[in-house]
């Protein structure tokens, strides 16, 4: 098992950045997956960017260039770099662990962009 604890979001108007912050329970590199999803309301819960163990990253094609998913192995946290946000950016953003077939999440934490 793993405990996520998801924090940085905030309200930012469009154009801004911020940077979310995941620390898990246990070493991240026995993670096969860890990852930033969002859910927006009325919408369903789609993944943002992940990162596997061996490094490899994933984004999302709304986010290519301009958000970046990294880690620090030393403190077993998964960061995540957002840039130039938009609007349609606002969700709830959720940190995500994989251990084979177990998934867990953080509690969410809210990003708000305005116009």
């Known amino acids: 098992q793993v405990q996520l604890v998801d924090t940085g979001g905030g309200l930012v108007q469009a154009g801004g950045s911020l940077r979310l912050s995941c620390a898990a329970s246990?070493?991240?590199?026995?993670?096969?997956?860890m990852g930033w999803y969002r859910q927006a309301p009325g919408k369903q819960r789609e993944l943002v960017a992940a990162?596997?163990?061996?490094?490899?990253?994933n984004y999302a094609d709304s986010v290519k260039g301009r958000f970046t998913i990294s880690r620090d192995n030393a403190k077993n946290t998964v960061y995540l770099q957002m840039n130039s946000l938009k609007p349609e950016d606002t969700a709830v953003y959720y940190c995500?662990?994989?251990?084979?077939?177990?998934?867990?999440w953080g509690q969410g934490t809210q990003v708000t962009v305005s116009s």
């Open positions: 995500n662990a994989q251990i084979f077939l177990n998934v867990y």
């Open positions: 246990r070493n991240i590199l026995s993670l096969n997956a």
């Open positions: 990162v596997i163990t061996g490094g490899n990253t």
